[in-house]
């Protein structure tokens, strides 16, 4: 069994920035490819950004492109998203997920292991 654990979520003004943590622990094994979503209210969850086994390759969805950075440090089993510039609609709450592919993907669906979330809100 794998387990996710986001952190870093909290309440800032927009034009600020936060960084997300996440941990995997249990079989990691079986945890390569990373990735962050976000659902926000009455919204379907989203993808934000991926990244590879290696960190040799980064996705990320339009809206966050040039202000969010992924990153990940498998010595730690832990991979981050760095979020700058935030604005009002950044708001939701970001989950972390991962899959035994070397690369990631931007459906959901693909995933199983899911971290409960860590909220995140920006104020105008």
């Known amino acids: 069994q794998v387990t996710l654990v986001e952190t870093g979520g909290g309440l800032v003004q927009a034009g600020d920035s936060l960084r997300l943590s996440c941990v995997v622990s249990?079989?990691?094994?079986?945890?390569?490819?990373l990735a962050w979503f976000r659902q926000a209210p009455g919204k379907e969850r989203e993808f934000v950004s991926g990244i590879s086994e290696n960190g040799g390759y980064t996705d990320y969805a339009d809206s966050v492109k040039g202000r969010f950075i992924i990153s990940r440090n498998n010595a730690k089993y832990t991979a981050y998203l760095q979020m700058d510039s935030l604005k009002p609609e950044d708001a939701a709450v970001y989950y972390c997920?991962?899959?035994?592919?070397?690369?990631?993907?931007?459906?959901?669906?693909?995933?199983?292991?899911w971290g409960k979330g860590t909220h995140v809100t920006v104020s105008s």
């Open positions: 249990g079989y990691t094994d079986s945890v390569a490819a």
């Open positions: 997920t991962g899959y035994a592919r070397d690369y990631p993907s931007r459906s959901e669906q693909d995933y199983r292991n």
